[in-house]
Each structure stands twice: as structure tokens, then as C-alpha cells.
């Protein structure tokens, strides 16, 4: 563990900032440099790396694609921190500042090379790319120009412009990067009187979270454009080959709070994504393609149109958890008359169920979740692992009461503070007897828990000091080496340790067995809840392998091919600065990465690290 103000790594490895927020991401004629008193402008931004990174792949070199030593990385900016990315925070609100953030947001691609001892971004290059809250876009599949996407500024509903709240992301076969809009409805001034669907999806009165733009751009006013919240909230295919290519927003997969968007093969050739939903008591889904895979499509050049083939028809599904340790997959279209009979929202086309994908999995009784995230699916059998990163609202009893697949509730005291429900997740396994399949098996393979926590009703796993942990999130399986490495974003443990990266070796859904706890009522009766729960954990299987510094989240995970490279986001260190202290590098909560060595001045960056091994061998070896 470690509370330093450092990335801190095992001994035998290496690790150094790579691309941190506010670099130049490499566009011809524009390299705008890093002003560490956020003095950048919004067009400045426009060309650099944006802010809080999260999911990222390492694309093959375009030019070198048998090579290891270079590349293009593709990572997401999820949100940006008003208080550090301007010069003054919030204490005045522009039309510039809004300008400014809009561009923190979003994707970038970055072209990187090995250097002999570090690897580093390539400046200038041409794939370099930024993808913001303004680019424009495409909608495709079954609700592109449906009327409840149409727009003042597009009447025909499809050309969304910009994407926002990138969070975690997936690659596909045919060589594209799907960034996923998780709390996208955030962004958004609500009406005084709120419509049921707009309630279910979060919709709130004014602008609870702050962000303030609707402010200086009126299409984040859904009291004046009360469809524009319909336009996020999906997976988006990006061609990181092709910097002049317009996204695509594919609407077969839903519309969710998207955190994710992992992408397996079936037997018989089919796509197929598994996505979580991260928020609480939401949802599990996976998207089955129509198309089968055809080999020539690896190699093609227009990536996207072959996109179009496998996403844009398909069947959506959405999980449910038996408490028996199996599960189904039931159908979101009208085909279910479920759907199709819903009398609490009366759905019409499939476009109205890709658009309301939460009410219809609503109507099926899937089961509420504790804030589905990343999803992983092992190379050595295809199970799939999905983290749940914690649900504060999860009770004994009650509509959302604690069940099988969510069983634990219990109180974690800090001092005098008490956090309450599933303080710290847990991470779901599924077994299918294929992808493409419409039953699965079920355990929870592992219970986050501090190590001191009670064995019976929390600590499940058996965790100890080596491997104990909160809240995970970010869980990627390396293709070089089989590891499964798991991520933390938390604020339970933090009073010990910051957040890390861990590395697993997993086993498979049954390896544990049934346990049953026992909750007492107040008026002394007992609830019992039965589940599943893997194998104990050892110093063997699990143990953690990065810390973090001050204030960050440990998300996004990368590898160069020959898999001796692995490169690693450090989101938002030092985001518990106050915004009074904006001005006043001294009252910072980190500085990192420059107190590492990176960059001028004391303001804390998100930022890319690449790990190596000091003697050049595999990561995890």
C-alpha cells in the first residue's frame, strides 16, 4: 500500500509519464504547449490531449504493424475538472470556458515510439486526431433518424455532434476503438417538471452537477432542446487509422450509461459486446450480431462500413441472475412481447427500444446491479468478468434488497464516518457454453474488502494485506500473457492506500462454492441470502502490482504486442484540490507527474505511464 505522492511499482520494473492532459497530441502545424497556470486557450485544447483519461488501446503502426516499438495509442477523456483546467477555476463562467472544457472531453489518438530507455508521443504525425464535444458525427442502426433524435439544428436526426463522459472503451476485430457515453444526462438543465423517462434517466431540475455549460451553448438545455439528451448515451466506433473519418454512434447497442463495450467471437462467427452500465441498480447487456465474420474483414481499409456489418444489426440482450448460480439473456426488441405489451411505457419500434433501453430491460425484470463496469473475457476458456464497483444505496431489504448476484451489505466505519450498502464491489464471472448463447452460469469471482473485514459476511475472498482492495473498476485480460489486471477507482480505503492495479490469475466459474449470509432485522427475524462465491484468493492468484498517487483513479490498460510494454492511466490525481485553492500550488493535493520529472510547474495531469521490465521481459513474468 502507499498514501505517496508517486506511482509506485514493483521492484525490477520501470515506469514513466508518457502524455499527460494538455500536451500536444501531434497535429501538423499545431503544437500548442502546456501553460502550467491553465492559461491554454480553448483552440489550444482543441490540439491537446484532453483531460481524465480513462479507457485506452495500443493500435499496431500503420506502417510497422510487426513491429512492437511503436504505434498509435486511443484513449478516452472522460470529464474535465473546471477547478484546474482554467486558470481561475469557476469563479467566472464564460462562453470560452465552456469552449475550453467542451474540447477537454473526448478521445484522442497519439502516434508513441520506444526511444531505446522510454517511449514517447510523436509530434508531429498524421493520425494524430482529437475527438471532442464538437465533432461532428453519425448516427447509424435502427433508431438513426428517428424523430425523438431529431434536432432544430439536424431535422433529420443523424448528425449528433460531439461525445462526452468517455469512460471505459473496446476494440473490434476489424481494427476500430468503441468509446463508450457513461453520465452523459449530467451535462444536461433539466425542466421543472420532469417526464417519467426523463426521471428514469437521471434528468434533474436546473444543473445539480455543475457544469454549467447549457449556460453558453443552449443545446445542453433540454428545457429548449428536449431531445438532445437522446443523442448521448451510446457506443461510438472511432477509425483510429483515419483521422478524417466521422464517428459513428451505433444505436443497435443500446443507450445506456455506457462504461464499457468488450467484444468476443462466437463459434459461428458472430460479434458479440458485453456491456455493464454504470450506475447504480442498472443493468448487464450484450449485443449478438446477424452478420458472421468473414477473415477478409481484418484487413480492410473501410473500417467503419465493415462496422456498420456486424453492429448495426443484431439482438440486443439484457442479464438476469437466478439465485441457483445460472442466468439468461432476455431479448430487448419487439419480438418479446414483454416488450412489445409494456404497459408502463408503450413501445413502438425497435428504434424506441434502442432509445429507452433501461425501460425496456425494466419491463423483462433484469436484475438491478451494483454499477456495472469494465467487463474482461478470459483467453483461456472465454468466461466473462464484469467488476461492480460499490452501490451505497444497496440494502437488507426492500425493492433492491440484497440478492445473489449482489449479496453483501454491510457498514465500513471511517472515524466517525460511516459508509453503508456494498461499500467496496465485488467482480461477477460468466460462463456460456458460447458467446452467442442465451443461458450462462454464474459466481461472483471475487468480494473487495479490506483485509480486517469480517470472513463470513464481507471479506469472502479472503484477502489479506498483499491483495486487498476497493472498488474495482477498470479489469482488462493481457493477450500476452493471460493476466487478468484489475483496477481500482474508490474513496472507501483511500485513509490507507490509494488506488492500484492488481494482477490475477484466475480460475473459472465453480472453482469456490455456495455461501449463505445471514442478515438480523431489527425486530430480530433473519434474512438469509445464498450465493456463489470462486475460489479463496492467495499471494499466488492475486496481488497488487501498482499504487497510485494522491487523489487518482487507476483506469485504462494497454499493451505493446510482444507485450513487454504496458502502458497505464492515471486519472485525476489531486482531484480533492478545492476550488479556492486553484490558485495556490502549494495547497494542491498532488503534483503529479511533474514532481516526477514530467512537465513544468506543480498542476496536477492525468496522464499515460508506460511500465517496463528492467531486464526487457514480459510484463508479469
Known sequence: VSSADTVTVPDGYTAHAIAAWGEPVGLSGESPAFRPDASNSAADQEAQLGMHHDGIHFFKHPLMPQSSAAGLLVMNHEYADDGLLHSDGMATWTAAKVRKAQAAHGVSVVE????????????????????????????????AGHALLQTRADPRGLRPLGTVNNCASGITPWGTYLTCEENFINYFKGPDELSAHERRWGLRKGDPAGYRWHEHDERFDATKHPN??????????????????????????????????????????????????????????????????????????????????????????????RDSGTG????????????????????????????????????????????????????????????????????????????????????????????????????????????ASKAFKWDIYLTASEAAADKSMVNLSNLTDVNDMSSPDGLVFSPATGICWIQTDDSAYTDVTNCMLLAALPGRVGDGGPKTLSYRRADGSEKRVDTNVGRPQTEATLKRFLVGPKGCEITGWCESPDGRAMFVNIQHPGENTKMADVRDPAKYESQWPANAGYGAGRRPRSATIAITKLDGGLIGS
Do not use: C
Open 328 to 435: 439468461e439473456w432476455i431479448e430487448l426488441s419487439m419480438k418479446n412481447p414483454i416488450v412489445a405489451a409494456n404497459p408502463d411505457f408503450p413501445f413502438t419500434s425497435d428504434a424506441e427500444v434502442a432509445i429507452f433501453t433501461r425501460l425496456a430491460a425494466d419491463a423483462v425484470g433484469a436484475t438491478k446491479m451494483d454499477r456495472p463496469e469494465w467487463a474482461g473475457v478470459n483467453p483461456h476458456n472465454g468466461e466473462v468478468y464484469i467488476t461492480l464497483t460499490n452501490n451505497s444505496n444497496r440494502t437488507v431489504d426492500g425493492e433492491v434488497s440484497a440478492d445473489a448476484a449482489n449479496p453483501r451489505v454491510y457498514q465500513d466505519m471511517k472515524g466517525t464516518r460511516a459508509s453503508n450498502g456494498n461499500v467496496n464491489g465485488h467482480i461477477m464471472r460468466l460462463a456460456e457454453a458460447n458467446p
Open 228 to 321: 438532445e439528451p437522446h443523442r448521448f448515451g451510446w457506443v461510438v466506433e472511432i477509425d483510429p487509422y483515419n483521422p478524417s473519418s466521422t464517428p459513428v454512434k451505433r444505436t443497435a447497442l443500446g443507450r445506456a450509461a455506457h462504461e464499457g463495450a468488450t467484444v468476443a467471437t462466437a463459434p459461428d462467427g458472430r460479434a458479440v459486446v458485453y456491456m455493464g452500465e454504470d450506475a447504480r441498480f442498472e443493468y448487464i447487456y450484450k449485443f449478438v450480431s446477424d452478420a458472421q465474420w468473414e477473415p477478409r474483414d481484418a484487413n480492410t481499409t473501410n473500417r467503419l462500413a465493415v462496422g456498420s456489418k456486424y453492429l448495426d444489426k443484431g439482438t440486443l440482450f439484457v442479464a438476469k441472475f
Open 112 to 143: 508513441i515510439e520506444n526511444r531505446g530507455s522510454k517511449w514517447a508521443v510523436v509530434n508531429p504525425s498524421p493520425w494524430a486526431r482529437r475527438i471532442t464535444a464538437s465533432t461532428p458525427m453519425a448516427f447509424a442502426g435502427p433508431a
